[in-house]
């Protein structure tokens, strides 16, 4: 299956991209225990990690929300679940991390939508963690609020339900986009 590569507008989310790759052995998902905290350092405010419960169809639990967006959304989700959302919400969101865990691969995208009365834009990350190598059972998911100046110079990107020469109308969520990641130690 070939993965369409989508290049993130944030520099910060490329840089824990770039991160995450480095934790990475074997073309695996990093585990969670090569992570400190400290090295999160930079993000910490504009991360969210899920302990995933559960095989098949997971439960996603809050273990950590960064400041950043808890400022930004008004409320620290922390030790709730991904149920705990409202239907609208989880039903954008449970899909994609599922994606996550079924492909064991990061899905980044934009996504738009009236917070507290505005509408804003965020850029998601959505990086995937597994403790033994074989079932994820972590998500590092970060989220960067886009100013209209960096969301106007990102180029279309053609996901499910678009199809190439029409793109989304301005303001729209592109869907998630699985990013074609380069495993370490493989070639070009």
């Known amino acids: ?5 989508t ?5 910060y989310l490329s840089g824990l991209l770039e991160f995450w790759l480095t934790k990475s052995v074997a073309g695996r998902p990093p585990v969670p225990s090569s992570i400190a905290p400290a090295d999160l350092r930079p993000w910490k405010d504009n991360i969210v990690v899920f302990e995933v419960i559960g095989e098949e169809s997971g439960t996603f639990v809050y273990s950590y929300y960064g400041r950043a967006l808890v400022a930004a959304f008004g409320q620290s989700r922390l030790g709730a679940t991904l149920d705990d959302l409202p239907p609208e919400q989880r039903a954008v969101l449970q899909p994609e991390y599922e994606t996550v865990r079924r ?3 990061p899905v980044a995208r934009v ?3 009236v917070f ?3 509408t804003r834009s965020f850029e998601r990350l959505v990086l995937p963690m597994s403790s033994d190598g074989t079932s994820i059972d972590k998500l590092l998911v970060a989220a960067y609020e886009m100013t209209p100046r960096e969301l106007a110079a990102r180029p279309p990107v053609h996901s499910q339900g678009h199809s190439p020469g029409h793109s989304p109308a301005p303001g729209a969520s592109s ?3 699985p990013l074609t ?4 130690g493989a070639s070009a």
């Open 181 to 184: 990641v380069q495993k370490p």
């Open 7 to 11: 290049e993130l507008a944030t520099p």
């Open 116 to 118: 507290g009365g505005r």
């Open 175 to 177: 869907g998630p986009v």
């Open 1 to 5: 299956m070939t993965k369409e590569r």
């Open 103 to 105: 492909e064991r691969l």
């Open 111 to 113: 996504h738009t939508a």
